[in-house]
């Protein structure tokens, strides 16, 4: 788990209004609430990736639900920390359609450059139908 300056162990990590919060054994939780600046994102990309060297793979489950504007810079920390993290699988819900499909063409750009990820990325209506399909993907592999 991410650590605090006093070293104390973090199951969830607040920046600004986003959050990001791990749930054994192996999923993150991360919503991004407002609009998005590179360093937001930067921040609970190191968190996910501090989670993942404790944990091993790691199951994402996105809510952009309330994700406002998000800057150029944002996204390319988006992208970067994606490919960085490899998730095994990632489940988005509350995307609007244009963050949607922003999102798929940035990971389809990803993938033609080689740069794949690990596991799939689905996007869904809502939370629960989100957390379905990653408990699915437990219970299948």
């Not at 091993?56 to 998000?70: A, F, H, Q, R, Y």
């Not at 970067?80 to 999102?103: E, I, K, Q």
Request: hydrophobic content about 45%; proline content about 7%.
């Amino acid at each position: 788990m991410p650590q605090s300056p006093m070293g104390a162990i973090l199951e969830q990590l607040c920046v600004g209004p986003s959050t990001m919060r791990f749930e054994p054994p192996n999923t993150c939780l991360v919503a991004y609430i407002g609009d998005l600046d590179a360093e937001t994102v930067c921040r609970m990309n190191a968190a996910l990736e501090a989670v993942a060297r404790l944990h091993g793979p790691i199951n994402l489950v996105v809510d952009l639900s309330k994700t406002g504007k998000v800057s150029e810079h944002a996204r390319r920390q988006g992208v970067s920390g994606m490919l960085t993290l490899d998730p095994c699988a990632t489940a988005v819900f509350g995307a609007n359609p244009h963050m949607a499909v922003l999102v798929s063409m940035l990971l389809r750009a990803a993938r033609l450059l080689r740069m794949g990820l690990r596991g799939p990325v689905r996007f869904f209506p809502t939370e629960t139908d989100a957390r379905a399909w990653i408990s699915q993907l437990k219970t299948t592999t």
